[in-house]
Each structure stands twice: as structure tokens, then as C-alpha cells.
């Protein structure tokens, strides 16, 4: 099956998603759709699925026009989607989730189980998956849900998968697994879509690359002449560097000193386990780490957040294991949250209130139980230039602002006082290469300034390229320090130790 | 640590700055929703009350009679007047505590059984204690009331807190519960009114009564210093809200209790105060039914005011000045609501319809909107949609 | 979440202190109840106490449970102490529920011994009017549970409840009692179309939709009957239906009575649990409700029309409050009364919480209830020294604590109470 999408324009009120956008979809391949956040690329694969209608355009199915009115339209069609985050029933098992909208039944509505496992274990069997139909799916990890998601798809006996940022959440492990199944698809005759905004994995896996920038598609080529660097440019509309100028590493004293943390989530089991790291005066650390493997209780443990199970918190030789966030706060610790939509900002409340959030009670802001939002919002005000905030005005909601503004915000909040230690926790994640580049330089220029700073991200291109030093955390621990002192921080070597490699 | 100087540098393009405080007028739709929805919603209601009226068979000059009689008896005269002060005052009361509880991201449907409790602990103290000066009686019998109100709702805030068992859940059950405990109470020898074997209580002592204002012109004039007590509620809530820190922690855990938490405030003792708030606020308003009008308890005396209170909080859009004038014009349907039905015959009931017919229209713009189309600026639906 | 001293402990000891903490609570719980049992049960009880299983013209007599109550009262709390002190000590983690469960039934059985002792009191009538006033608290119960499946909060099953007693009674009086529980049923229907526009179409706050809607009911059917009935008392007044005995099954000892000689609403209830839980967890339909409750997006994704199933299962909902608001009305009394629900809507959410968003469940619970609500009714004849109004608010008290999850947590639909926008 061949689809062609024709002069799709995808608009919402007076914002552009994609215009005129031309593209085609052959049985056998596997095209890779390169774009940076915002670039347009989920939307113009929900127009492909269904989930939206095309504002203009046509797609053609073998050359005949199509509407979908809805996704199950563009499921029956032989069309499904492996969205980034995934579109499972966690309480259901992994043959209910396969089977839910397209169930096999017997008489009186009677949900017919058995067919469902069967059909499952079949597809098991054909492309190498090994998924239990019987496991509820809240109790799988994260690699064995994209693989129920696959299933899902292929019992609905799609000839066109789409993946949108399929790699995000996978270890390198699982993402080697997983191109084994997208080759496996391929070589099957299934046409697929790989939608990134990760270089060299599209180079790996594609057979063709279209470039979206913007909404338009500006570039389309063969990976096998095609370098990063220029794709890159592709990407962004200008060379990219991706290198970043440091002053030379001088560490000073400590300033941070962790010893033995251990950190249990709600339902008791662990989330980090004896966990000892320092931060100097100077340095980045980096602290790299598939997603969900504790990194989250770290910072919640090492900004007061949460409760600890056991272990020792020291900042600049004072305990602070019992010490309030706001106490931490007060000592100059910093933290970018790495959610910002639920736990950054508020999006109802104005800029000037949330470049207050958590400074509200200093002297500037109030008075006793007065505020002095006067002063609250030019200080605002000042923050907004200084950290190049894009805004009308203070009084802006900041749930207006765009993704990257928003974390600038959320940047200058908690930079923009006298700081000793900063913690971000994914500080860049979904926003575009400029905002990247500005917050990046942020963070450097407090490290060159002699401030301490702790970078939790599961990016490891943005770890790489920041740190200093890098610790890996795997289930709960660090398993493997590289840089300064260990090994020397060398990509495939992390990758390894993020995989829970034993050295 | 906050070394920053306390003054801001000068910012190199001052213009610029100064740009950036410029507030921008109030949206359109905004003002559509604070202004004409609610004048959409009370004539909406007000004709499906007349509709409701014609299906039982009232008569069409009645039916205009009755709301002549409702003007007349809420704004007509001086008493009118003073009976839907008299009947707003608790409304706004309670009122301004769900509407606290509301910014707070907190629903406390318990209002009702917080006037209880607070009806209840202020009669306790206005009976009992004999040969104080009202100076002292009165102050003491409002703040049982606070008192008694605050600790009620605070279990409810203590359980989310604590546990994270949900307020409205809670909060039913301590309604539940203060309906049987306001039973249990007056029966009890030292409450129940001397020589009565039904269940009311003792009278309150004329030193804890709450003076009526007008008895000077014509002895009958109800309405009493409780509406003093509303306005500077009023003020209270308004400046806990917008101008103090607590006020910007509460509106802060109520739009985003996880931002809050990182933030470095105390979530669960915010949720607490401002239950306590709230239920403080709600048996303030039970003071005021028993110290200003009622002069004791009898079983369910709350009459549905902890219920409307919600009405009024939703109606006020949870903004203090919003709710004293929803608390206004609900006091004067009730107010109103009872010459209705002396002239013209029409059951009271009718005023209960007709306020909840409002809150529809007030908790769903989208509703009027497709109602009266033409009231509205003609908005293009995708352009008011984001992005994904 | 403060923090409080903690002093540092090793990690394999605090690993447990979650499940030890529940089954202190509880083993605290059964050694409290057992000190009482022991204090005011046993030691204030002298004589025999005589539970009558079955009268006289029963097709079948049993003779009468007679208990020796300080007897019985004193091993009820030793079994108590010791079910209280194998949780505290050993923390007999996989038992802590049913320990509980097995307490509190051991509780209340030695304090209805106490309460009877020397005097004589019919279990098996007591039991029967248990069921009886458990069939609105669980059709309510279980309303929450079809809507709050789909997401959607029901607050307003009260009103529900409400407005199915108002139509019963009034098409009950016009046309008969089947025509008024058709009436009630259509009625409730009708709120809970009207519910599911305001929260899915309207995407108004649930809470506040139904707050309104128990608001409007109340006011629309006071009005009526204020303005109405007193003129004319002939539309307020529909017969009631009768028990009706199922053969052989009815003659039963004990069982009989309290399950099979009972009015259409009893049966009704309990066809109605069977059938949810079929629809529920055995069909397809179910499994795309469910869906929708847990992860509307991953059904919408799916072809699954979100807002259609959340009509559908919101006016069932509606349709199973207004048959058990007929209840009140044409399985009672037969007349009308002024907010005569008295809160029952609300415990029945509260039976659908502890009964876990499962329709037996929620039935089970509503037993609960309606077992404290008949022994409250009951022990006014035995006239015990507690009032009455403080075993009235038991109920409540219990679901306060349940809810709290100081007894383990049960987790509602993942997407309970969120209005779903579809792009």
C-alpha cells in the first residue's frame, strides 16, 4: 500500500502546524521523518491518522483520494500510529489493550479472551516479539508496552506504522531491539515511518529522509550521502554547532556531598539506593540515565522534596538531610523541575506571579504578610529582558507563553538570584534548538561563575556535551562514573552502563 | 540566598520595561463571561421559573404577580431591603468561604454542616454565660461559632492532607454527621430548652444577640449587625487572597498543588488553613442565623444555606467582591421569594428552582453561549484553541 | 510531606514499614475493639440473649439462638486480643484485611449480644430490613459505579434518587405502580442525559453539575409537592408493591425471608448488580467503557467514541438511580415527601468507594449500611444506653475513615472525574 500525501496545510486559528507539505509512503521501506520540536511532525502524522482533518490537501491511498473522519477510519485503512507516549490501559492486560476497539466477540457481547490471546501469541511468533498476553500491562517495562503498542497495530492488520519518537524512552539495548522489529516489518513488506529529532538514529534506520522544518518539508534525500552535520543544518535552518565553550575545569571545594542516599517511592519499593555523589564549586556533573531509574526520587531527595529512607545530605558542610525545600532553597540551592508544565510553573497565574514562585517571602517580594507586587513585577520585568523571555508583558498567563519562553522563565526564576548549587532536571527537554542553545549557555555561565551545578537528563548528547563529569544511574544506583577520576566519558561506554551493562 | 540588592538595576532600554508593565485590557471574552453570562443566566432562569409556574397550572396573572410580589419583597420597601440583607448575610458568609476554598483548588461541600457545628457552639456560649457585658458576651459567641466551624472543616483538610482522602467525599460525611451530633445535642438536659420535650435549644441571652441596626425606625427591621461582619468578611477575604503572601500560596496550590509543593510551600498546611478557613467563615454564618435571627437551634436550621453558599461562590466566580454581590442577589430571591408566596400564592420552592437554573447557566458558558449566539462576539472556535 | 526525624535506619527495615505501619493500625484496631468487648460488653452484660430465627407461622421453625452473653462476650474479645496481637506482632501482612473484616463482624455480633442479653430480638426480621434498606444505598452505589467507570463523577445520584421517587409516586398514582417505575427509571434517565450534556458537551466541573442537579431536583419536586399536592392528594398517592414470595426458596429458615420474600425492588437490585458486573468485565461494551474511564485518549486513538460512551453509561446510570429512587416511594410508602432521599445518594458513593468501583462491591457495602441502618431502627426497642443518633453516624464515620485508606487504598478510574477535550 502507497500513500501520498498532496499540499496537506494543517492550521489551528492563526497558527501554521504544516503547509503544503508533499510526501510519500512506500510498502518496504522505512522513511525517516527529521524534525526539531515544534517542527510540525506529530501533527502531520495525526492528519495521516486520522486524528486531525487536513485543513487543505489531499491523501491518496494507492492513488485514490481519502477523508478520514476519524481514526477508525484511518485504522481500517490499514494506517496505525505508535504514539510517543503511549496510548495504553495500564489496568487492562496486553491482550485487552490488543484488542480494545476491534474485539473478537461471541454471543450477548460476550468478550471472546481466548481468540484474543491466541491472535496475540500468532503475532508473537511471526516478528519475534515475546509478549505475554496475560501480563497486566502497568507491570511491564517500558520497551514491552512500545512492543504491545506494535501488536496493537499489526492485529489490526495495519500495512503503514508510524512511529512518533519511538526512541525517546528506550535504553540503547531496547533501541537496538527495536530496529531489529522495524527491519523485521520492513522486510515484511510493511511501509514505516520513523519520526525523530535524533541524527544518527535516523541515518541508521531509514531507507529515505524528509526534513520538516517549520512545517514545510525543506529537504529530502538518501542517509547514505547524507553526514549529521548537514542534516542538522536541515533541521534548523543554520549550522548548529554543537560544541560549547567552557572555561578550562577548576573545580573548588565541595559543595554538595551525598553519602549512602537511599529513597523509597510511595508504595515502598526503592527508588534510590545508597547513592553517594559530590558537586564542587566549578563543575557540572551529568547525571545520564534512561528515564525511570530513579533519577526523579534523587532530585526530589536532594531538593527536600521527599522523605529519605537513609543517608546523609550536606550542603557547604551543613547537614541538610532534615532541612524543608524552602530551607534549601534559602541556602541557594537551585532547582529547574524537570516538568515544568506540572510542577515548573503555573500556567494560570501571570509571569511576574510565577517568576515569584518560590521567592515570594524574601524581603523584596513581601512585607510580613504583605506582598510588594510592585516590586514583584519589575523585578519581573528585569528577569523577563535579562534572561530574553519572549512576552507582551508581565501580565502575560504564563500558559501563553510558547514551550521554550516558558522554561526560559522557569530558567530565569531560578537563576536570577545568588545561587550556590543549581539542579536541573531535564532542562531542555522538548524545545527547540534555540532556546536549547540559550539555556545550555545559561548553565555554563553559572559553572564558569563557580557555582555547582547537578544536570539530570536522559538526553545523553546534552550530558555529554555539559558535563564534566558523568555519573550513570541504573535501577537505583550508580553504576559507572566517567570524566575526571573515571573512565574517560566516552559515548558507547555510557550507553552501556545506561543499559545496566556490569563493567 | 537573597543578596540581591533590594532595588532593581536600571534596565538598559527603559522602555522596553516599561512595556512589559503594561497590563492589556480585559479579553473580550472575559468580559463576556464575567458580565453577560450571569445577566443571561437570571433572565434565563427567571423565564424557565415562570415556565415551570404555567406547567403547574398557575395562571399567567399570577404568575406576573408573583414577580411583582418578588421585586417587591426583595428591593420594594425599607423591609424589603432589610430582609434580603438579612438573608444574604449568611450566603455571603459561607459564600466567601467556599470561594476561598475554591481558589485553593479545594471543594467544600460541608459548608452546611460547619453552620451547624458553628450555629451550635455560638448558641452554647450565647446561653451559658450569664452577666457578661455584650461587649464581651457577643465577640465570644461569633468566635465559638469561627471556632467551633474552623476545627470541624479541619478534620476534612487534615484527612486530604494527611491521607489524601478526597474533601467532598469527607466533607459529605461530616454533613451527615452534624446533622445526628445537632440531634444527639439537643436532647441533651444542659442545651435542650427547659420544659420541652421536642428537640431546641435554649435561648440566646440578650447579650450575645447581634443588635438589629434598624430597631430605631421601625421595630420589625431585621436586618442586624451581621452584614457588618459580612463587609469586613469581605474586605478579609479579598486581602488574604490578592495582597497577601498566604493568599498567593493558596491561589498557587490551587492551580497547580504540584508547582506549589516545589515551590517550597507547605501543601498540606495550606489545605488545612484553608478548610479551616472556609469552615470558619461557614460557622460565622451559623453564628450570625442563631445570635441575629433565629435566637436558637433547632434541627436543620441551616436550611440549605451551606448548599446555596456553593451557588454563591460559583456565581461570585470565587472573587470576594463577586460573591457579596451573589450572596446580594440570591438574599433577594429569598427575600423575595416569601412575599411571592403570601401574594401570590406561588410555593417558595419556585426561588430554589430558579437558583439552581442559574448556576447551570454560570458553570456552563458553553451552554449560553449556544443559546444566544447573538449575544456574544462571534469567536472562531479553532483560533481560541492552542497548539498541540 | 515533612520531615520529621528520621533517624537513618537501614533500608531493609524501612523497606517493610509501609505494610507493618497498615497492620499495626489494624492489629491496634482489633486490640482496642477487643478492650472494649472485654470492658463494656462483657463485663455489662448478664443473662442469656435470645435471637429469634423465624416466627411462629414460618412453614419451617427453628427454635431460637440463645447466647450466654458475659460468655460469649469475654472469648469474643479474647479472639479479638489475639487477632490483634498476631497483626501487631507478627504483621501478618497477606491476613490484614481479613483480620479486620473477621474483627469488626466479631464486634458488632458481640455487641448485639450485649445489647440483647436478657431480653429476646427477631436476627431473622432484622436482617430482612438490612436488605430492604440497602436497595437504594446500593442502586446507588452502583449508578456511581456504571459513571465513575466512564469517568464521569455522579454526584448527583442523590437527585437521581430523588427525582425517580417524585415520578414514581406520581406515575405510581395516575397509572400504577409498573407505570411508575417506568416513569421513575425514564426520569432517571432523563437527569443522567442531562448530567452527561452538562460534564461531557458543556464540560462543566462534574462536581458542580451535580451538586446543581441535586439543587434543581430538590427544588423542582419541593416545589410540586408544596404547590401541587396539597391541592391535589390523589396524584400523591400510589400503591405499594408487596413482597412476593418465591416458591420453596421463601420457606427457607432465616435465608427465605431475608432473600427471597421480598418486593421487586430487592430482586431488581440484585439482577441489576449481576448484569453490570457482566457488561462491566465480560463484554465488549464494558471493556470500551472501562477503556474510556481509565485512558480516553487511548480509546479515542482507537475508534472508540469517548463522548458516546460517556452518555451511555451516564444515562444508565441515571435509569438504575431513578429505579432505586422509586424505592422510596412505591416500595414504601407510596407517597411523596419533601427531600425524602435524606442523603441516600451520598452513601451510596460512599458504597461504591469501599466497595471499590465494583458492582458487588458496592452491593456488599451497601449491606454494610443498610445492616447499621436497621440495627439502629432495631436497638430503639431494645433500648440500649447509646443513643442512637451516634450508631446513626457509624456508617459515616466509616467511610471517612475508609476513604482516608487507613485500611488499604482502593484506586479509582485513572481518569475519574477529568473532562476529556478532543482535538
Known sequence: MEIELRGITKRFGEVVANSDVNLTIRPGEVLGLLGENGAGKSTLMNVLSGLYEPTEGTILIDGKPTIFQGPGEAIEAGIGMVHQHFMLVPVFTVAEN????????????????????????????TYGLEVDPDELVENLPVGIQQRVEIIKVLFRSADVLIFDEPTAVLTPQEVTDFFQIVTALRDAGKALVFITHKLQEILEISDRIAVLRAGKIVGEGDPKQLTEAELAEMMVGRPVSFDV??????????????????????????????????????????????????????????????????????????????????????????????????????????????????????????????????????????????????????????GHLSGGNQQKMVVAREMAREITLLIAAQPTRGLDVGSIEYIHSRIIDARDSGDGVLIISSELDEILSLSDRILVMFKGRVVAEFGEGGKPAEKNAIGLAMAGATQ | MSNTPATPTPSPSPSASEKLLQRAAPDRVEFEDLVIVPIFAVIVALVLGALTMLATNVSLPTIGLSYIALIQGSVGSLNALSETLTAAAPLILAGLGIALGFRAGLFNIGAEGQLLIGGMASVIVGFSLPDLPMIIHLPLALLAGALAGGLYAAIAGWLRAATGAHEVISTIMLNLIAFRLVDYLLRLPIIQKTGRADPISKSVLDSAELPRLLEWIDPNLRVHAGIILVLAAVFLVHWILFKSTIGFEFRASGENPDAARYAGMRSGLIIVLVMAFAGALAGLAGANQVLGVLDRVTPGFSAGIGFNAIAVALLGRSHPVGVLLAGLLFGALEAGGRQMQVSAGVSIDLIAIIQALIIVFIAAPLLVRKLFPWGFQRTDKSSRSKTP | MTMTADTPSTTATRIKTGKLRQARITGGILIALAALVALVFGAGSSGDAVFRLSRASDPIVVPNLIVPATAFNYIAAAALAFLGAR??????????????????????????????????????????????????????????????????????????????????????????????????????????LILAALVVTYRVDQIIAGVVINLFVLGVTSYVSSQVYQEYRQLNNAPVFRPIKIPFLADIPVIGPVLFQQNIFVYGALVMVAVATYYLFYTRSGLRARAVGENPKAADTLGINVYRTRYINVIMAGMVAGFGGAWFTLGSVGRFDEGMTGGRGYIGLAAMIVGRWHPVGALMAALVFGFADSLQQKLALLQTPIPSEFLAMTPYIATMILVAGLIGRARAPAADGKAYIKE
Open chain 3, 87 to 192: 497483626q501487631f506482632l507478627r504483621g501478618g501482612v497477606r491476613w490484614t484485611s481479613l483480620s479486620l473484616g473477621f474483627g469488626l463482624a466479631l464486634a458488632v455480633a458481640a455487641f448485639l449480644v450485649w445489647a440483647t442479653a436478657g431480653k429476646s430480638f427477631s436476627l431473622t426480621g432484622m436482617l430482612q430490613a438490612t436488605v430492604i434498606r440497602a436497595v437504594p444505598i446500593a442502586l446507588g452505589g452502583l449508578a456511581g459505579v456504571l459513571s465513575e467507570r466512564v469517568a464521569v463523577v455522579n454526584i448527583a445520584i442523590e437527585g437521581m434518587l430523588l427525582a425517580g421517587a417524585f415520578a414514581g409516586a406520581l406515575f405510581g398514582s395516575l397509572l400504577g405502580g409498573m407505570s411508575g417505575v417506568i416513569a421513575a427509571v425514564a426520569i432517571g434517565g432523563l437527569f443522567g
Open chain 1, 245 to 398: 565553550v567552557k572555561q578550562p575545569f577548576a573545580p573548588g571545594e565541595t559543595l554538595l556531598d551525598v553519602s549512602h542516599l537511599t529513597v523509597l517511592r510511595e508504595n515502598d519499593e526503592i527508588a534510590v539506593e545508597d547513592i553517594s555523589l559530590k558537586v564542587r564549586k566549578g563543575e557540572i556533573v551529568g547525571i545520564a540515565g534512561v528515564q525511570g531509574n530513579g533519577q526523579s526520587a534523587l532530585v526530589q531527595a536532594l531538593t527536600g522534596l521527599t522523605r529519605i529512607a537513609a543517608g546523609t545530605i550536606e550542603l557547604m558542610g551543613t547537614d541538610i538531610t532534615h532541612l524543608s525545600a524552602r530551607q534549601r532553597h534559602k541556602m541557594g540551592m537551585a532547582h529547574i523541575p524537570e516538568d515544568r508544565h506540572r510542577s515548573g510553573m503555573i500556567a494560570n497565574f501571570t509571569v511576574a506571579e510565577n517568576m515569584v514562585l518560590d521567592t515570594y517571602y524574601d524581603d523584596r517580594f513581601s512585607k510580613g504578610l504583605t506582598m510588594r507586587w510592585k516590586q514583584v513585577n519589575e523585578i519581573s520585568a528585569q528577569n523577563v529582558s535579562d534572561f530574553d523571555v519572549r512576552t507582551t508583558s508581565v501580565f502575560e498567563m504564563a
Open chain 1, 98 to 125: 490488543v484488542i480494545l476497539g476491534v474485539e473478537p466477540t461471541g454471543r450477548a457481547d460476550f468478550l471472546d479472551l481466548e481468540t484474543a490471546r491466541q491472535q496475540v501469541r500468532e503475532i508473537n511468533e
